[in-house]
Structures are given as structure tokens and as C-alpha cells.
């Protein structure tokens, strides 16, 4: 067997002859043969699906319910630097020891007769719950990596069920069909059991689901919603599973969407935690989450790779006195054309940079598209890295950087030390 995390991961993304298989059978086989379903991984499990949101809600979710001292453990993905990032425990990454003793595990159970094969999600998947059942935990969270009905983590029955935004993405295994995409993230729900809805633009079909199911129904903009209050401020207003109103006021605003961070206040009111205000007012003041919006100096780094998130980052990008750039580099999977065309009205420069693997898309075909749409391409670069290195030859101390795309545009970024501007602005 592998003898340490990076070879484990090497390991698994061999296992299994193609990178995403859509199916329960072969996942619920082996957490059976692991004794995963027999019992509750915590006295409260909360599953998020969605095209967008689902990380800045789940990150709410932790925050609050950590500063009020649950235990928690959370399951996301992907990673932006280290894989340790999709597991957390009680608020830290899961160590390398932990997550080699659980992938052990995991191997012993498939390997048993007859032997089951496993892509890289599903077993990482199985690590999660392996260590979320073998850690004390009053609360646990688990992102839906792909869909929803057939993705690896609908193998556990949550206590509640949370639908964020459904929009275009993946349409390789989820097809255009919005009310067919929101039936299968709907497969998350459970009968009888909560379905918190995010947005108020979601399909149908996600209702008519949590209904067929009689599933209580808190949807945002009927059961709960927020209100601005004050300069800066929010209020929230939101139901107990009874019918019960709740309100908190003189709610600090998030660095993240007010949508999530009301569905995540009313998560927690369902999951029976006994808020705070000045404990949340706190957590939702101090919440964070890399790659979304997130500023470093001149730099904003947003993970955004669909249209949805495009819009949504360009309606939050600051006007800034000189230039704003975009250094962009996206998989060739992705809805490059739509995303462009949302950041177009608000981008001056584009640098394009290529992203390594097969489904890599390169800087030049970036280049053509934003070309195409009458932007002005000033670099093509080989890596995010290389992008990087030639904007800081560039700015100005008026300019501002949009680094986006993708979640691997910004973990190369993460990793480096991003330049500054070097020098004023000449006239």
C-alpha cells in the first residue's frame, strides 16, 4: 500500500478507468463493508447541493455553529492548495495521518470478494464519513461535489437537505435542461425531512421534488429572506420547523452572498442550535472562505467558473481609478464564451493563461474567445504562475487584478506571492 498522503492520492487517481462515474452502487457497497451507514455520523447531518453557493453557505453553517461550540466536521470540495482542505475537523484541515488511516480502510473494504472500483471523489467521499464516524461530532456537513441524486455523498440520509442556485454547469453529465438539473440536485431531500431552498429563481421542479417527498418546504423569499438594515447592516427573518417566526437584527454583512448567509441561519434554526446574537454576530463578521472574493492587496481571487458566478463577481468588483485586469484561465469543460461575456462590461485587460491536463484549456483559445467579444488580450501565458509574473511588470497602484476561472487558476496563485504594483500610474 502507499506509505504517505501524496502517494495515496496518486494511488486513487489511477483506481478507477475514468475520472467521474455517476452512481451509488459501488460507494454504498464499501461504506456498507465499513459499517459507515449502520448509525448517524453526528446527532445532525446537513447535505448542500447547487450550482453555486453551496461552499459560501457550508462555510456559514461551520462558522456559526463552531463559535457556538459544536463540534463539527465538514466534507467540500475540490481543493484549492492542499487535499487536507476537504475534511475538516472541529475547524482544522484533517492531518496527513488521519487521512492515510482512513484511505487504508477504505482499501481493505473494497479489496474484499468481489472487489469494488472506486474514482478519486468516491473514495475521497468515503475517507470523509470514515472520519467524521470515527471523530466526536455534534454536527455534520457534507457538499455535494457533482448533482446531487447520484453523487457519492447521497449514500448517508441527511436530517436536512439544502438546494442553493441551480444555473449551467457540467452539462456534460447534467445536460441544459434546468428543471431536469433541478430534480437531480434535488435528489439530495429526504421524505419528511427539511428542504431549505437558497434562491429564489430556482426551477420548479426542486419544489415539486421536496413536496412529492413531504418534505417541509423554507424557501428564501417565503419561509425566511433578509432586509438591509441600517449602513452596512442586515436583518434576518426565518421560521422554526413549527412555523415559529425567529428574526435576528444588526447582522454584520458577510464577505459572502447575504443569500447564504440567510439559508445558512435558517439551516442551523431547523438543525435545533440555540443561536446567540452576539456569538453570531461575531462568526458571521469573522467568516471567511479562500477563493471567493478574496482580496490579497490589488488582487481578487474568485474560483467563479460558470456564468452564474460571473455575473455574480462582476456585480461585486470595485471601479477601480486605473485599469481592471483579469487574469483568466478555465478547463475547456467550461462555458468560457457566457463567462466572458458577463465580465466583459467590467474588465480593461485580459492576461489568459493555460491550465495543465486533459481537460486543460489553453491561453490562445481563451484569447480567441475574449477577442472575439472585442476584449483586449495583453499576455498569453503558459501557466497562472507565468500570467502573474508578467502582470507585476504592469500594474499600476490604480489598477485592480480579477484572477478567476477556475479552482486551479486560483490554487497556483495561493501559492505564490502575488506582485504588487511596482510603481505609480504615469499620466
Not at 23 to 52: D, H, Y
Not at 191 to 216: I, M, Y
Not at 321 to 334: A, E, H, P
Request: net charge negative; aromatic share 6%; with cysteine.
Amino acid at each position: 500500500m502507499p506509505n504517505d498522503l501524496a502517494a495515496w492520492l496518486a494511488y486513487l487517481e489511477r483506481l478507477h478507468p475514468v475520472g467521474i462515474d455517476m452512481g451509488l452502487e459501488r460507494v454504498r457497497e464499501v461504506a456498507m463493508r465499513l459499517g459507515l451507514l449502520e448509525s448517524s455520523l453526528a446527532p445532525k447531518v446537513i447535505t448542500v447541493a447547487g450550482t453555486n453557493g453551496k461552499g459560501s453557505t457550508l462555510a456559514i453553517i461551520a462558522a456559526v455553529a463552531s463559535a457556538h461550540g459544536q463540534r463539527v466536521g465538514a466534507y467540500t470540495s475540490p481543493h484549492l492548495v492542499r487535499y487536507n482542505e476537504r475534511i475538516t475537523l472541529h475547524g482544522e484541515p484533517a492531518s496527513d495521518d488521519v487521512l492515510v488511516a482512513g484511505f487504508e480502510a477504505i482499501e481493505h473494504a473494497r479489496l474484499k470478494a468481489p472487489e469494488v472500483s472506486l474514482t478519486y471523489f468516491e473514495a475521497g467521499t468515503l475517507c470523509a464519513l470514515w472520519c467524521f464516524a470515527n471523530a466526536e461530532l455534534d454536527l455534520v456537513l457534507l457538499e455535494v461535489g457533482l448533482g446531487g441524486r447520484l453523487d457519492a455523498v447521497n449514500i448517508v440520509d441527511a436530517d436536512i437537505g439544502v438546494v442553493t442556485t441551480i444555473a449551467l454547469d457540467h452539462a456534460n453529465f447534467l445536460g441544459t435542461d434546468l428543471e431536469q438539473i433541478g430534480r437531480e440536485k434535488a435528489g439530495i431531500l429526504r421524505p419528511r425531512h427539511p428542504a431549505v431552498l437558497g434562491s429564489e429563481t430556482l426551477p420548479d421542479s426542486v419544489q415539486e421534488t421536496a413536496k412529492a417527498l413531504n418534505a417541509p418546504l423554507f424557501a428564501l423569499g417565503q419561509a425566511f429572506r433578509h432586509v438591509p438594515q441600517g449602513e452596512g447592516g442586515w436583518e434576518w427573518h426565518g421560521s422554526r420547523e413549527d412555523g415559529q417566526a425567529v428574526s435576528w437584527t444588526e447582522l454584520p454583512v458577510p464577505g459572502l452572498p447575504l443569500d447564504n448567509a440567510a439559508t445558512a441561519l435558517q439551516t442551523l434554526t431547523l438543525a435545533g442550535l440555540s443561536l446567540d446574537a452576539a456569538t453570531t454576530r461575531d462568526a458571521l463578521a469573522s467568516v471567511t472562505l479562500p477563493g471567493r472574493m478574496q482580496w490579497l492587496g490589488q488582487w481578487c481571487l474568485d474560483v467563479g467558473h460558470n456564468p452564474h458566478a460571473a455575473a455574480y463577481v462582476a456585480s461585486r468588483l470595485p471601479s477601480p481609478q486605473g485599469r481592471l485586469w483579469c487574469l483568466v484561465g478555465m478547463l475547456d469543460d467550461k462555458d468560457a464564451d457566457t463567462v466572458i461575456a458577463h465580465l466583459m462590461p467590467r474588465v480593461t485587460d485580459w492576461v489568459c493563461v493555460s491550465l495543465a491536463g486533459s481537460r486543460g484549456r489553453s491561453a490562445t483559445s481563451l484569447k480567441a474567445v475574449i477577442e472575439h467579444q472585442s476584449g483586449c488580450v495583453r499576455y498569453c501565458g503558459d501557466t497562472p504562475e507565468e500570467g502573474a509574473k508578467w502582470l507585476g511588470r504592469e500594474l499600476t497602484t490604480r489598477d485592480i487584478v480579477l484572477a478567476t476561472g477556475s479552482f486551479f487558476t486560483v490554487g497556483a496563485l495561493l501559492n505564490i506571492t502575488l506582485p504588487q504594483a511596482p510603481h505609480e500610474a504615469t499620466a
